[in-house]
């Protein structure tokens, strides 16, 4: 299975401090992708890296890929109160001529104010 | 532009009963996914559809489990005979088609929430 699994579960931070979040993976991808999700919502897209990117930016989010060791981490610099929620990795890989995204368990982050 | 519509919110079944969980993709988007999530967990790829098609049913139960996308209306994901094992939130995601280079982001509904009594 090419299931993402993010480390650690659960993530309590103060306002202000940098959160991150790591995602490990089993197989080859064409792309990772992190979403949020808030208590009771759906999951909301936050940003994709493609296999042949290292890192990227997206405000106060910053994502790098490792395509060697399989992982990928979501920092969020300057945590604010708004940013509790759980945070999810998912994985693109074609299969059977489509994309399926592939989640993993997910990391609930904290942000005390 | 809507966004994702799923109802209902939230249903309450007896076991045995039948449930129909309807999800109206993103204006343009013709691909739909349909996902459960467990409490504390992640989302457990179910089925994907195009309009009319099935296109990769791997994750469904292979009973009493059943999704379309007919050419009008919405696409339903219907679950028959519920047990309370079938508790949970199930997502509706839609997509645009395929970029060339197979990137494929996708937008959710807000969920329904399944109990089943």
């Known amino acids: 299975s090419q299931q993402g699994e993010e480390d650690p579960q659960a993530l309590s931070i103060q306002e202000g401090e940098n959160a991150t979040m790591n995602c490990s993976y089993k197989t080859s991808i064409n792309n990772l992708q992190w979403y949020r999700q808030n208590s009771g919502r759906g999951l909301v897209h936050l940003i994709l890296i493609r296999s042949n990117e290292r890192e990227k930016h997206s405000g106060r989010l910053r994502v790098t890929l490792d395509t060697s060791k399989k992982s990928s981490s979501l920092l969020i610099t300057a945590s604010r109160a708004a940013d509790t929620a759980s945070y999810f990795c998912a994985t693109g890989a074609t299969q059977g001529g489509s994309e399926k995204l592939v989640f993993g368990k997910g990391t609930k982050l904290t942000v005390n104010p | 532009n809507a966004g994702v519509m799923q109802n209902p919110r939230h249903l309450v079944r007896r076991r045995g009963q039948e449930a129909r969980l309807r999800c109206s993709p993103m204006?343009?988007?013709?691909?739909v996914y349909w996902y459960r999530q467990l409490p504390e967990e992640g989302l457990k790829f179910m089925v994907y559809?195009?309009?009319?098609?099935?296109?990769?049913e791997s994750g469904m139960p292979k009973e009493r489990f059943s999704a379309e996308f007919p050419k009008e209306g919405p696409s339903i994901l219907r679950i028959q005979q519920v047990v309370r094992g079938d508790s949970a939130a199930y997502f509706c995601?839609?997509?645009?088609?395929?970029?060339?280079?197979?990137?494929?982001?996708?937008?959710f509904g807000a969920g329904s929430r399944l109990t089943v009594l």
């Open positions: 995601a839609s997509s645009r088609s395929m970029s060339a280079n197979g990137a494929n982001v996708l937008t």
């Open positions: 204006k343009g988007h013709s691909h």
């Open positions: 559809l195009q309009k009319e098609n099935i296109i990769d």
